[in-house]
């Protein structure tokens, strides 16, 4: 579920990631971030891209299906996303949600009022709790990997790179749900190459 690119984006971005596995593909050409976002391609990382990468990605049973949504509503909530993932169930089962960006659903049950952080953070606690209790279209338990990439603060992200480029799990602070509910938190740090 995708709340801030579009499809074609999100899908290109997989076979990038994909293409430069070099457990998978070794030998082949490695392909910047950059370089495709900028279209600095050359012929033969664009061959190898979108005829061998991607063609694999979406072709081969080894990796399962990656099924990208769009939500087409303004005021997206969590009933929307379960309802989309019980009706895809019904022909595949559900291993793993990535939610690119919670934050961005609409917390609310009600169309009125403005939310707070505290109803953000709530909806954060909910999806945890669904990822845990979910049940697929036949009722049966079907709990999923739920994965919810966020950026950190501007003022986190200034105090990291002071830090030796370490920063606090409080840079998360306007919602603080999201390292409180977390199994797992891992940060990705990116910094200029200059």
Same mark, same amino acid.
């Given at each position: ?5 579009s499809?074609?984006?999100v899908r /290109?971005?997989? /076979? +990038?990631?994909?293409a430069?596995n070099k457990?998978i593909?070794p030998g082949t050409p490695?392909?910047?971030?950059e &370089?495709?976002?900028? @279209?600095k391609?050359?012929e ?5 891209l979108?005829?061998?990468?991607d063609h694999?990605?979406?072709?081969n049973?080894?990796? @399962? $299906?990656?099924?990208?949504?769009q ?5 997206y909530? +969590?009933r929307? *996303?379960e309802?989309?993932?019980?009706? %895809?169930?019904? $022909?595949m089962?559900?291993? /793993? ?5 919670? $934050?961005? %659903?609409?917390? +609310?049950?009600? &169309?009125? @009022?403005?939310p ?7 909806m954060?606690?909910?999806f945890k709790? *669904?990822a845990?209790?979910h049940?697929?279209?036949? @009722?049966e ?5 739920a994965?919810? !990439?966020?950026?950190?603060s501007r ?6 790179l ?7 799990? &409080?840079?998360?602070?306007q919602y ?10 891992f940060?990705?740090? *990116?910094? !200029?190459?200059?």
């Amino acid at each position: 579920l995708s709340r801030e690119m579009s499809h074609e984006i999100v899908r /290109a971005l997989f /076979a +990038l990631l994909h293409a430069n596995n070099k457990t998978i593909f070794p030998g082949t050409p490695y392909i910047s971030y950059e &370089d495709w976002q900028e @279209g600095k391609l050359t012929e033969e990382q664009k061959d190898f891209l979108f005829k061998r990468a991607d063609h694999d990605l979406r072709n081969n049973p080894l990796y @399962g $299906t990656l099924y990208i949504d769009q939500p087409n509503k303004s005021k997206y909530r +969590l009933r929307d *996303m379960e309802a989309t993932l019980t009706e %895809l169930e019904a $022909t595949m089962p559900v291993h /793993a949600v990535v939610c690119d960006y919670l $934050t961005l %659903l609409y917390p +609310l049950e009600s &169309d009125r @009022g403005q939310p707070s952080n505290n109803d953000v953070n709530d909806m954060i606690k909910q999806f945890k709790t *669904m990822a845990i209790t979910h049940r697929n279209f036949r @009722g049966e338990k079907a709990p999923f990997v739920a994965i919810t !990439p966020a950026q950190i603060s501007r003022k986190g992200l200034e105090t990291a790179l002071k830090n030796e480029n370490l920063y606090s799990i &409080d840079a998360f602070a306007q919602y603080s749900e999201i390292e409180r509910s977390a199994d797992i938190l891992f940060t990705v740090l *990116m910094t !200029p190459l200059s």
